[in-house]
Each structure stands twice: as structure tokens, then as C-alpha cells.
């Protein structure tokens, strides 16, 4: 199996109210993938962080295998929710893969 972490912080420009609603709309999106792409075993996506947190959004994930996780990264619905969800709201992606 592959765990596939990701953090984010919050884009620029936006108003506390207007970062929980897109921390909202980007976990209930990415969560949703485990419903549309094969290979995904857990996904969960935390967004109450503590003020400790250097990151605001954070995503952790596995996939059965490498390959699964290469079909999650190209895969329409995934590219989708980057690209309407995730990009404009956050800024600073921070990614690590990990074998377990």
C-alpha cells in the first residue's frame, strides 16, 4: 500500500468565512473520490488544525498500490476537483508518499 499526504495553506485574499467554506467544499470533494476511483482504500481530509499547525489543510490517503495512486493522479474526477476546488483556494502544496 501507498499513503499519499498533502498539506495545504490557505490562498490569499480570502476572509476566515470564505477559507472554512472552501476547506469545506475541498473535503467534501476530495473524500467523495473514494466513490468514483478505484484503487483508493482511505481517504480523509482534515481541516480544524490547531494554531500550532504550520498547514491548514491537510489530506491523507492510500491506495493499494503505486499504480493505483498514478491512476488517482491522472484520473478526470481527481483532475477535476484540483482544478475547481483545491488550486484556487490554497496555496503552498506540500506533498510525501510513503510505501507501507
Known amino acids: 500500500m501507498v499513503r499519499h499526504i498533502v498539506a495545504w495553506n490557505f490562498g490569499d485574499g480570502f476572509t476566515d468565512e470564505e477559507n472554512k467554506s472552501n476547506a469545506e ?3 467534501r470533494e476530495l473524500e467523495n473520490l473514494i466513490n ?19 498547514s491548514d489543510i491537510l489530506l491523507d490517503s492510500v491506495f493499494k498500490d503505486e499504480e493505483a495512486l498514478k491512476y488517482y493522479a491522472t484520473h478526470p474526477e481527481h483532475v477535476r476537483v484540483g482544478k475547481e476546488f483545491v488550486r484556487p483556494s490554497v496555496k503552498n502544496r506540500k506533498c510525501i508518499d510513503i510505501r507501507m
Not at 484503487?39 to 494554531?51: A, P
Open 25 to 27: 467544499a475541498i473535503k
Open 36 to 54: 468514483l476511483i478505484d484503487g483508493i482504500v482511505s481517504i480523509k481530509v482534515y481541516t480544524d488544525h490547531l494554531e500550532t499547525s504550520d
